[in-house]
């Protein structure tokens, strides 16, 4: 890998997405799971086990797509009547086969675009008020990068809330048909990360193992 690509990776990972990607063995279709995570995103009082899902008024937004599907989520805005906050996470889920009846669902958060060019807003413009005061330079870059900070943690917090807001809705209206896949031990030398290629990581597994018990015999 060169270096460019490595930097535009990293720029990847800590600017735009949202963590690490995260992985759920399905065993339903593509369009039932959807059908699913589309009833469970209307409060019903059939479903009040899932209240908790709609804490303060929030509400998720579902588009599918030809893969799989995009969501986001909002929530009240408690002193302003019927307004509603914008959505600053978008969380793709992409559905792939897996094996004969399975299907891998995988769902990967990034931060909006407006969001993110939201970080810079305010900063920049205190800056451009700060760089007229008579005080030392370091003091007026120490302000200003401490204000650039605050608005990046602030940003960034955000996100990852509504990111796992959503992760935790999909796992609750898919839970029924979410497939048991043995886990591997902390210990093991072939835990996989969930941003590597699940597949190829898994070929490699079994081959080892299989290595293993043919010496052992």
């Known amino acids: 890998m060169s270096r460019w690509e490595w930097l535009k990776n990293r720029f990847?990972?800590?600017?735009?997405?949202?963590?690490?990607?995260?992985?759920l063995v399905i065993n339903a279709t593509p369009n039932e799971c959807i059908d699913l995570i589309k009833t469970a995103s209307k409060p019903s009082v059939s479903r009040l086990h899932h209240r908790n899902l709609?804490?303060?008024?929030?509400?998720?937004?579902?588009?599918?797509?030809?893969d799989g599907f995009t969501m986001t989520t909002t929530s009240k805005i408690w002193w302003q009547y019927r307004r509603r906050t914008a959505f600053s996470a978008v969380m793709d889920g992409v559905f792939s086969p897996f094996g004969d009846t399975l299907f891998r669902l995988r769902l990967e958060t990034h931060i909006r675009l407006f969001y993110l060019i939201d970080i810079f807003l305010l900063p920049a413009f205190m800056t451009s008020l700060l760089v007229y005061t008579p005080w030392h330079p370091l003091v007026i870059a120490g302000l200003c990068a401490i204000l650039l900070g605050l608005s990046w943690s602030g940003h960034r917090f955000n996100v990852a809330l509504e990111a796992n807001e959503m992760v935790w809705f999909v796992r609750t209206a898919l839970v029924d048909y979410l497939a048991e896949v043995e886990q591997?031990?902390?210990?093991?030398?072939?835990?996989?990360?969930?941003?590597?290629?699940?597949?190829?990581?898994?070929?490699r597994f079994y081959n080892t193992q299989r290595q293993s018990s043919i010496t052992d015999k």
């Open 54 to 66: 709609f804490a303060d008024g929030r509400r998720y937004h579902l588009e599918p797509t030809k």
């Open 12 to 23: 990847i990972a800590l600017v735009w997405r949202v963590d690490t990607p995260v992985l």
């Open 184 to 203: 591997l031990a902390v210990s093991n030398p072939q835990v996989m990360t969930l941003d590597q290629d699940f597949e190829r990581e898994w070929e």
